[in-house]
């Protein structure tokens, strides 16, 4: 009987696909339009931190230098694993070679989607996208205690300027770089006025295609508030703070796509009774989040307050 490697039930997606989800999930999530990656290798990495920053001492010539102190920490980036898989009709295989190549096209463009999000939502607020709930995951960014809710009587960039404060007030500043904004609060952003009628910020638009705003990057996406995917609305209509420093992350793991031709990979009933294929795309991210370097605007919970 032969014995088949692995090889036989896996493929490497094409380089040209595998490098444009690659590109995708970097520039369509909002996490990574507002904080760039970095290369990381597969496992638990270790982040060196200063806990007191080191200080420069001028010296006069010929004067003695005196120690420099400082101390270090380190956190620790743990990586995440994501996946996709998705079932098709067995006579794909017989299709022929364009069709086929068409058929991981088709793959890569939801992964795109599936990746970016999935990245969002688990940094953001550690939910799991297909189920919508939380994970068990300790470091993510709405774990953050500063919190500044939405009401009534106050300008949406009031609102917003208030989220700043929280960072630049404190006796150790942390800078503030980047602001990201469910669709929801960039309408209300987009529709204040002045006090004679006229729009207050008249180069939003509508708010949807916002990149900047009061000079901060800015990208605008529902992963801010974690729907549709959470079976529950987090509340967090934007998120302000250190995106250049306060996340760090990387992809640690290529794009390989798992050809599965037996079993029940997923729980729909076994592959061949049903005459079908299935096709995992998997990848796995790394990170770790400053907490303490953001500031969330969130909405003020239903039956809270009246």
């Known amino acids: ?43 638990e990495t270790d982040i060196i931190t200063f806990n007191e920053f080191p200080k420069m001492e001028f010296v006069d010539e010929g004067a003695d230098k005196s ?44 992964g795109e989607v599936a990746l970016s999000r999935g990245l969002d939502l688990g940094l953001l607020h550690r939910i ?34 208030k989220a700043v404060g929280l960072l630049v007030s404190e006796g150790d500043a942390w800078p503030v770089n980047g602001v990201a904004l469910d669709p929801r609060f960039a309408w209300d952003l987009a529709g204040l006025k002045d006090k004679d009628g006229r729009q207050r910020y008249p180069n939003l638009g509508f708010g949807v295609g916002m990149t900047s705003f009061m000079g901060l990057p800015c990208a605008v996406g529902s992963t801010v508030s974690g729907k549709p995917e959470a079976t529950k609305d987090t509340d967090v209509r934007a998120i302000v703070g250190d995106w250049a420093g306060g996340v760090r992350w990387g992809v640690q793991r290529d794009l390989p796509v798992e050809i599965i031709r037996f079993g029940d990979p997923d729980g729909q009933g076994d592959l061949k009774r049903k005459n079908q294929i299935a096709l995992r795309l998997e990848i796995v991210y790394g990170w770790y989040v400053f907490t303490d370097r953001f500031a969330l605007v969130k909405a003020k919970a239903a039956g809270v307050g009246g």
């Open 1 to 43: 009987m032969a014995v088949f490697s692995t090889n036989d039930h896996k493929v490497m997606m094409p380089r040209n696909i595998a490098n444009g989800i690659v590109a995708q999930a970097r520039s369509t999530s909002l996490v990574a339009k507002l904080s760039a990656a970095e290369p990381m290798r597969f496992g």
């Open 67 to 110: 120690p420099t102190s400082a101390k270090l920490g380190s956190v620790t980036a743990k990586p995440h694993k994501g996946q996709v898989t998705l079932r098709f009709n067995e006579e794909v295989q017989w299709a022929d070679e364009d069709y086929q190549l068409g058929l991981l096209d088709e793959l890569a463009k939801a």
């Open 128 to 161: 799991n996208p297909l189920k919508g709930t939380a994970t068990t995951w300790d470091n993510y960014l709405a774990a953050t205690t500063k919190t500044v809710e939405i009401d009534a009587k106050t300008d949406a960039d009031e609102v917003l300027r």
